[in-house]
């Protein structure tokens, strides 16, 4: 490094970030007592035994509950049930592809406690993507929605997968509330016949109740040892697994609660879970944080239509709860919402950007503003995050959770200094250890400890970042950048636009590329020019899109994240 590269990485080492850290925020990272994850939720178990810890709520406000010993006893059983009936070994690997459910927790606790690593997949994959996920990691078994039970032979044909456990959504229940979700799924026809043979989740739970005695405690995994393969969402190409271990996801959990520790009573708590727990945002932030403190969580499996979750906000006072932008301002524009909003205590937006109109808006209905953070799969997630007992700066991702360095570097590794727009890397325990079986991968994005995220951000002056847009998704006009967040931030703000996607197609005369919106509106008298205008308002003029797109949807990732390769995709099968 020359002086100048020097200077800056010394303004970003020195951590100018931890002055502006909330009240009671600990500024240096405070590792948890456990070896692993297994080890921890059977510690758990113990401190909060007859604590309600998760409550399944459907849709039509039928529930069933779990007491924390509850949770721990099942999950005892389907870890026996794995190692014993099924004989996979420490190490090994096992899928989950369930939605929000009580079956989530148990499968996922018990593969912990068997030694074994955790694989999640999105259940609304296609047989295709999820036979690639199968095959990639190498998973010896899979837990099941039964709703998606029709695409088994096609999803594991080919793959390591030796046995099946199939779970439905009333697991759990008091026995004639789960009879009659169960009757009305039959009736209506909504469960598939199995396309392969699987296990009921009922029927490996009592298989491995008598092997339960056998169960190492503790458990034989070290801090070093895988925990989880979490697929990347594969907004820049094919999914990739990021290695996690359990130090990596145990320090991510104290680094969290370090930060939200000032807003959360332990055992008093009520969280609901919309976002998919198959997801790391949900998986820290919801499933292991608030279990973390003895917290009952309200899980919803799904958020849409966001009438979805109303029965779990009248049937239950929440108080806190966790959404990405889409979610927010979906609810916000439900009647029911607006007429009766939940007292909450604190609110934590990611996944994707936070427009500032919406955040506003949450403001003014629950009183609360979301506190907007960052992460990624590769970091267990959360890097960042704005201050929930301090200042939250709207536009920002916040500050690093401690034990975190953050640099903007250059193209060749260099910090740049603060105040300049550049790729943001991260260092701290909760970075992963590359991708499964992508050594050159790997290689490419971590260096001397850090990983160089793809995103472009910058730094202020009191610490906080702002992302400027994804590396991979800038649009070249004429030589100018052009970040689509902003310019979707500020389409978002006409109030006949309810959605805007932005992405860059090329410019045959320039070689450059010309800036394309895509809207969603309810107002079909809106036109392109109206668009355009009120873009031009508001943006400089290479900014501003030169064509506009009406669409009824926009594609999504599980969590609400605007799919803009999807969009260019459609583009390349219109020049095609």
Known sequence: MNDTTQDAAAAY????????????????????????LGDLVRRLARDYSDRTAFVTCLDSGLHGALTFAETDRYADEFAAYLRFELGLE?????????????????????????????????????????????SDSGARALVVFNLFGGNLRDAIAGTDVE?????????????????????????????????????????????????????EDPVPRSPDDLAALQYTG????????????????????????????????????TVLTALPLYHIFAFTNNLMGFYYNGCRNVLCPSPRPPSNLRKAFEKFEITQFAGVNVLFHALANEDWFRNNPPPLRQTVAGGTALHGAVAEEWKKLVGDIPCEGYGLSETSPVVTVNQP??????????LPVPGTIVRIIDEDWNPVPPGEVGELAVKGPQVFQGYWNKPEETAAVLRDGFFRTGDMAVMDDEGYFRIVDRKKDMIDVSGFNVYPNEVEEVLSEHPDIDEAAVIGIPNEDTGGETVRAYVVTRNRELTEADVIEFARKNLTAYKVPKEVRFTDDLPKSAVGKILRKDLRSRVLGEQG
């Not at 080492?13 to 600990?26: F, I, K, N, R, T």
């Not at 007992?389 to 916040?398: D, N, P």
Request: net charge positive; charged share 15%.
């Open 234 to 269: 594969g907004t820049t190409g094919p999914a990739k697994g990021a290695m996690l271990t359990h130090a990596n996801l145990l320090a991510n959990l104290a680094q969290t609660q370090a930060v939200s520790a000032p807003v959360i009573e332990p055992g008093r708590e």
């Open 90 to 134: 420490p190490g090994e690997r096992v899928a989950v592809q369930l939605p929000n459910c009580s079956a989530y927790p148990v499968a996922a606790f018990g593969i912990f406690k068997a030694g074994l690593v955790l694989v999640n997949v999105n259940p609304l994959y296609t047989p295709r993507e999820t036979n690639h996920q199968l």
């Open 13 to 36: 080492d020195s951590q100018p970030w931890l002055a502006s850290y909330g009240e009671g925020v600990a500024t240096e990272f405070q590792p948890l007592p456990d070896r692993n």
């Open 389 to 398: 007992s301090g200042r939250i700066k709207l536009g920002t991702i916040g």
């Open 163 to 215: 046995n099946v456990v199939m779970a439905g959504p009333a697991e759990f229940f008091p026995t004639l509330r789960r009879l009659l979700v169960n009757t009305v799924m039959k009736l209506k026809k909504m469960v598939p016949e199995p396309t392969a043979e699987t296990t009921p989740l009922p029927d490996a739970l009592q298989a491995g109740r008598p092997h339960v005695g056998r169960l």
